[in-house]
C-alpha cells in the first residue's frame, strides 16, 4: 500500500523559509494530482496547495500565493512545499494529500483519497 511521507517541518522565526517534503513509498505513483493542506490547533484542515502530477498546473490559497511554492519531481515521487516569509499564522501541522483516483476537486479535503501523517510547523519569535 502507497503510503506518503512528509518531512521538514520545524520551528522557524518569523521572516524564515522552509521547504516541505512528501514522498509516496510506491513506485510507480502517479495520482492525478497533489495537495497541501494544513490544520492549525482548533480549526479545520485547510487548503494550501495543489499540484497536477501530469501538467504540473497548480494553484494556491490567498494567504499563501506569492510566498509558498509547490512543485513536484516524478523521478523521486516527490512533492515540495517551499515557503518563503512565514508567518505566525502559518503555524499548523501540514499534511500532503494525493488523488490517486480523478476527483475533480482540488480544493477539498475529500478531493484526496491518500494522507501523509503531518509535519508540524511552528513560526515564532
Known amino acids: 500500500q502507497v503510503q506518503l511521507v512528509e518531512s521538514g517541518g520545524g520551528l522557524v522565526q518569523p521572516g524564515d523559509s522552509l521547504r516541505l517534503s512528501c514522498a509516496a513509498s510506491a513506485w510507480p505513483f502517479s495520482p492525478y494530482n497533489m495537495g497541501w493542506f494544513r490544520q492549525a490547533p482548533g480549526k479545520e484542515r485547510e487548503f494550501v496547495s495543489y499540484i497536477t502530477w501530469r501538467l504540473a498546473s497548480t494553484d494556491y490559497a490567498e494567504p499563501v500565493k506569492g510566498r509558498f511554492a509547490i512543485s513536484r519531481e516524478k523521478s523521486k515521487n516527490t512533492v515540495y512545499l517551499q515557503m518563503l516569509r512565514l508567518e505566525p499564522e502559518d503555524t499548523a501541522v501540514y499534511y500532503c494529500?494525493?488523488?490517486?483516483?480523478?476527483?475533480?476537486?482540488?480544493?477539498?479535503?475529500?478531493?484526496?483519497?491518500?494522507w501523509g501523517q503531518g509535519t508540524q510547523v511552528t513560526v515564532a519569535p
Open positions: 494529500a494525493a488523488a490517486t483516483r480523478y476527483s475533480g476537486d482540488f480544493y477539498s479535503t475529500g478531493g484526496y483519497d491518500l
